[in-house]
Every structure is written in structure tokens, then in C-alpha cells.
């Protein structure tokens, strides 16, 4: 489940593809710490609160999911349009942590995915015997932080085949960040409760 989640298209990955295809692999490994440092707040708002909470929540969070996705479209477009020379100051280290935690929180993605499938699965095993719940945990962020770090090792190599395929990628990826973005806030609209509109 851990290699399904951190393989999953979704606006995540596009960033952290971006990313490493800007700042190159080594800069851009931390990132893939951001489910760890996000998922725990997720996980027991999805186990203990999420069946109470108010019917705007998810579309509220595609809404700044969206508009949050479509700014770092705009950075990566923004690179790709001026090229490496000329491009704004490349975010590395704590800051590019923290804008892939932002990403995290603020899709609904996971957590839709903890509150239906994985959460289930990890209340089973953890009425079982509590180890079985430990186990499960670590093997899901087990799996999907090496999947992240193969994910961003195969792109920094890409990165390295030239300036030209660097900025065909950085486009392509700046594209799908702008198609995530768009969708998350077409998600938030179209979702929305009409009660909270009259």
C-alpha cells in the first residue's frame, strides 16, 4: 500500500518530481520526509474526527489545495520561461520540506485515503495486538519513502542528460502541476455544499 500511495499520480508527486528536476536529487531528498511529518496529524483527524466534520472541509481544502499547487506551477513556469541562468532563487533544504508539507496538508487526497482504506486496516491490526498496527505503519512509510527517494534519484539523473531535457521536463512537470492545481479547485467548487452558498 505504502508503493501504490507514493506511485499514485497526485500533486505531491508532481511537485517533487519538479523539484529534483530544479535542484537536482541530493537537494531535493528531504522532501520525501514531507508523509511523515504530515501523515500523523492526518491519520488521527481521519480515525477520530473526520466522520464530525462540517460538509465544507474537503472542497475548502481542494480550494487551497488548488491555489497553493497553481503558485508552484507558476515558480516551476516561471524557471522553465527564463531558463537556469535567469531563474529565481531555487528553494532547497527546510523551505522545500515545508512546501511539500503544505502540498500534503492541504490535499484531501490523503485524507480521503487514510478515513476508507488504510485507516481500517490499521485499527484492525492494531485491535489485534498493537505491534500489528506499529508494523503496518512502519512498513507503509517504509515502502513509500524509498519509492519517493527512486522517484527522485530516476528524475536527478534525468536532470543530469542536459540543459535541454531538464527544461523540456521542467516544463512538462510545471504543466502538471498547473493540471492538479486546476482540478483541485474545479474538486472544491463543484463539491461544495450548497447549503453554505444560501
Known amino acids: ?26 537537494r531535493a531528498s ?14 488521527l483527524l481521519a480515525l477520530i474526527v473526520l466522520r464530525q466534520i462540517p460538509g465544507w472541509f474537503e472542497p475548502g481544502l481542494c480550494l487551497a489545495s488548488g491555489l497553493f ?8 513556469f516561471t524557471r522553465w520561461r527564463e531558463g537556469e541562468a535567469n531563474g529565481p532563487a531555487r ?3 527546510i523551505r522545500s520540506l515545508g512546501q511539500a508539507v503544505m502540498i500534503n496538508l492541504l490535499n484531501p487526497n490523503p485524507y480521503i485515503y487514510w478515513s476508507l482504506v488504510t485507516g481500517p486496516i490499521l485499527l484492525d491490526g492494531w485491535r489485534n ?10 512498513g507503509f512509510y517504509g515502502a513509500m519513502v524509498s ?7 530516476f528524475f ?5 542528460r542536459g540543459p535541454r531535457l531538464r527544461r523540456l521536463l521542467l516544463g512538462l512537470s510545471a504543466m502538471t502541476l498547473a493540471g492538479f492545481g486546476a482540478w483541485q479547485l474545479y474538486r472544491g467548487i463543484a463539491c461544495w455544499p450548497r447549503e453554505v452558498l444560501t
Open 156 to 160: 536527478g539523473l534525468a536532470r543530469q
Open 129 to 138: 495486538a498493537p505491534l500489528h498496527g506499529i508494523v503496518f505503519l512502519l
Open 30 to 43: 528531504p522532501v520525501s520526509l514531507a508523509p511523515l511529518i504530515t501523515d500523523g496529524p492526518i491519520i
Open 147 to 153: 519509492i519517493l527517494l527512486v522517484i527522485i534519484v
Open 91 to 93: 528553494p532547497a533544504g
Open 69 to 76: 499547487i497553481l503558485y508552484l506551477a507558476w515558480q516551476a
Open 1 to 26: 500500500m505504502g508503493l501504490a500511495a507514493a506511485a499514485q499520480p497526485g500533486p505531491f508527486q508532481a511537485y517533487v518530481i519538479s523539484h529534483t528536476l530544479d535542484v537536482g536529487w541530493r
